[in-house]
């Protein structure tokens, strides 16, 4: 069962492994992954494709990004990376300059989503955009807006608006001057028609009546006399505009463009072209313009045209530019378009056209018959515009909402989209028409009518809140009554709602994504209960165990008066031992000294055997004391620095160092916790073992060092303490050494390798330095050989 949870796993991430880098390949944007934790960055194939660096010359760093922002950009956005990670920021964006392979600059928009572990960012997934385009399209539109500007300034045009509800007109300068500058402030419609010569007046108010006739939708182009409001000058007046109006078809603007064409009355042709170039102002474009003559076919354009419609400017282009660079694929839909055009007056559509380097691009067409008294169409007048980045980012945004689709449909959680206010709900999965209960048929209608009975429950509540502030809302272990198949049921679940936004900020849908653990909930309810059956017996535990607690602290009282008790004995113990035995080698030396030259041979050497006898004992009653001072731990604990111990030791050991002809080297040693008294007593014996067991005729050297430990080495340590690091201590020597069989023996009290004719001792001294380390939780070991030296090793804490 577990292999196969295993295998499902790693079935699941392969999946999405493959997802991603499916959109990673996909995108037209530089894809990029920034680990924080391990410092390197990935970037997909787009790194290549869109700014020409191969994966060969790519760091695998940050540095790979940074070092290709400009330099005058770099610094603000590392600042700003940065601060969005200390921030805690789920996401950033930036716009800058990011060189290219061949050493240019891409104007770049980059958007980053940082990813959070227990409240600490590892990781930084986001795209690059090339907007470089996008840029010089900007340009070249403000630079189109700017050269309308001046051509209205330079054709002396005048800019009107009329409020068709209040009657209020909006004269600029231009048109006040036209008027003959009415001293009114606010103009209005009733009082300007006074200013129009009596025998043009009906035919000026039929055309706004037209204009404004929802049914007809006429457009406004007009050729009428002021007189002047205040020099009663006589003004040819030549006015275009057009009505907007609401769904409803009420008109709600009314505006257009007017000049003074007194002294060009008699040139139609030129009167036509500025009429038709003012018309377009009203539109709000000035991408590119034309002017074509029906009769003749003769076209008239600006190069932004040619440059739109061919890809480069030209001065000999033919009508016929807009049937030779229309995508094949498009031809119907210009035709209709002109069929279209050809019963309304406005021609418009938007289709593809290809450059004269084969590129393709989106082109919008807008345009307008002029006709004569006759009602006989004689001219053609519009403007074209460069759409391809609109249709592009359109592309993109189907493909999101695509990817988003399919990532919903094939997430291992429920979730659904709830769009609008309403809360229609789209988009919603498998797992989720499962939580509901329902069938696909609730998807489209508002989430209060699929499932009705939330309608006393909080979450409708929430989701209006949200739409309202735009504040996410999570929630977990969260109680949901559903009517399944006919019959209200308990849930429990964790959930999310997340507000998703559009290009304008505005928020057009929540996310939701929710986790049934109504098992688990059920589960803790009844683990609460089983807890609230089983409180008295925890209550009546605790009293025993305060009772317990209360009989074990006598227990430890009554035993440190036994230790007490014991150290007193073995300190009187010592000194009632001591005594006879001082008695005894007292005796034994005078008798030795006063009568020795009357005793034999065999007299003489029992008297020595006498005083050897009373010095071992002698001996051993000291090793006995101090191993009993020991059988109680000393709590005194504090830095101690074995350095300077290892110097005293030496120092009191120089006697049997010189005797012995042994060299001692000290290494760096540090400094440990524990007892200065005790841990002096462990260096003099560990020393004073290494001086003792030398071999005969080769110098003696001895080393002491520290050396650190790495975890496998720590974990194998008994009796550790845990909040404490631990330093190996080696005494090491080229003395006789001894069987390995043997190690656990010498440690013990009274335990000899070898007889007292060889080396003489207490067989006491291994096992004091055994327990000194165990009252510092210490370990304490050997490696030897015969006749190749020993090594003890002793493991000590040392201060935090």
């Known amino acids: 069962m577990i292999e196969t949870l295993n295998n499902s796993n790693k079935d699941n991430l392969l999946v999405a492994i493959e997802r991603f880098e499916l959109v990673a390949k996909a995108t037209h944007d530089v894809i990029w992954d920034w680990d924080l934790e391990k410092g390197t960055v990935w970037w997909n194939e787009g790194m290549k494709e869109v700014f020409g660096h191969t994966p060969q010359e790519i760091e695998p760093g940050p540095e790979s990004w940074f070092n290709r922002i400009h330099p005058d950009d770099r610094n603000k956005v590392i600042h700003h990376m940065h601060v969005a990670i200390n921030r805690a920021d789920s996401n950033r964006m930036d716009q800058y300059r990011f060189r290219r392979a061949d050493g240019s600059y891409a104007y770049v928009h980059d958007r980053g989503y940082t990813i959070h572990v227990d409240g600490k960012a590892v990781r930084m997934v986001g795209s690059m955009r090339d907007l470089s385009e996008k840029m010089q399209s900007d340009e070249a539109r403000l630079e189109s807006e700017a050269n309308l500007q001046f051509a209205l300034s330079a054709a002396q045009l005048g800019v009107w608006n009329m409020n068709p509800e209040t009657g209020v007109v909006y004269f600029d300068e231009r048109c006040r001057g036209l008027y003959g500058n009415p001293s009114e402030e606010i103009l209005n419609y009733e009082s300007l028609i006074q200013h129009i010569h009596f025998e043009d007046r009906e035919k000026v108010v039929n055309g706004i009546s037209h204009a404004l006739d929802p049914e007809k939708r006429a457009a406004y182009d007009i050729r009428y006399r002021t007189v002047g409001a205040s020099d009663k000058t006589l003004r040819w007046l030549h006015c275009t505009g057009k009505a907007y109006f609401t769904p409803e078809g009420v008109p709600y603007r009314f505006s257009g463009v007017s000049r003074n064409v007194t002294d060009e009355i008699s040139s139609k042709e030129r009167v036509a072209w500025a009429d038709q170039q003012a018309a377009m102002t009203i539109e709000g474009s000035g991408a590119g313009s034309f002017l074509v003559t029906l009769d003749s076919n003769e076209l008239i354009y600006s190069p932004t045209m040619s440059r739109i419609i061919t890809g480069r400017e030209s001065s000999a282009i033919s009508r016929d530019v807009f049937v030779r660079h229309v995508h094949p694929e498009d031809f119907e839909k210009r035709s209709a378009a002109y069929e279209t055009a050809s019963k309304t007056g406005e021609l418009r559509y938007e289709a593809r056209f290809v450059w004269h380097d084969n590129s393709v691009h989106w082109v919008r067409v807008i345009g307008q018959y002029l006709y004569d008294s006759t009602g006989k169409a004689i001219s053609l007048s519009g403007i074209v515009m460069d759409i391809t980045d609109r249709i592009e980012s359109e592309n993109i945004i ?158 430890n009282q009554e035993l440190v008066n036994s230790n007490s008790n014991l150290q007193q004995f073995a300190y009187a113990a010592s000194h009632d031992m001591q005594e006879p035995l001082r008695k005894i080698q007292s005796f034994s030396s005078r008798l030795q000294t006063v009568y020795g030259g009357s005793f034999d041979e065999n007299g003489v050497f029992m008297l020595n055997r006498i005083q050897d006898a009373s010095k071992r004992m002698s001996s051993m009653i000291d090793d006995l004391l101090a191993y009993s001072r020991l059988t109680t731990r000393d709590s005194a604990f504090e830095p101690v620095d074995l350095k300077k111990i290892a110097s005293a030791v030496i120092a009191d050991l120089e006697f049997s160092i010189e005797e012995q002809k042994s060299q001692i080297k000290v290494g760096p040693l540090p400094v440990v916790w524990g007892n200065p008294a005790q841990l002096t007593q462990l260096v003099q014996n560990l020393l004073s073992n290494a001086i003792k067991y030398r071999k005969q005729n080769v110098q003696s050297i001895i080393e002491i060092h520290a050396h650190g430990l790495d975890e496998q080495e720590l974990s194998a340590l008994p009796r550790i303490l845990p909040e404490h690091s631990y330093i190996r201590i080696e005494v090491s020597d080229n003395g006789i050494g001894f069987d390995e069989k043997y190690l656990d023996r010498i440690f013990q009290m009274f335990q000899r390798l070898h007889g007292r004719g060889e080396f003489s001792g207490s067989g006491i001294g291994l096992a004091l330095c055994k327990k000194v380390v165990q009252n510092h939780h210490g370990h304490i070991t050997a490696q030897s050989e015969p006749d190749k030296g020993s090594t003890f090793m002793v493991y000590l804490p040392i201060p935090n």
């Open 398 to 555: 189907r493909t999101s909402e695509e990817h988003l689709r399919k990532l919903i449909e094939q997430a291992p959680v429920a979730t659904s989209m709830f769009i609008g206010k309403d809360m229609i709900i789209d988009l919603p999965n498998e797992a989720m028409l499962k939580i509901w209960g329902k069938g696909a048929g609730v998807i489209g209608k508002p989430l209060r009518e699929a499932l009705p009975e939330l309608e006393n429950q909080p979450f409708l509540q929430i989701l209006d809140d949200i739409f309202e502030t735009g504040k996410p809302y999570a929630a977990s272990g969260s109680r949901a009554d559903l009517m399944i198949d006919g019959v209200l049921e308990t849930f429990y679940f964790d959930f999310s709602y997340k507000p998703l936004r559009n290009s304008t900020g505005e928020i057009y849908a929540i996310l939701n994504m929710a986790v049934d653990v109504t098992e688990q909930v059920k589960s803790r309810q009844a683990l609460e209960q089983s807890e609230e059956r089983y409180r008295q017996l925890v209550n009546e535990l605790e009293r025993r165990v305060q009772k317990r607690t209360e009989e074990l602290h006598q227990a």
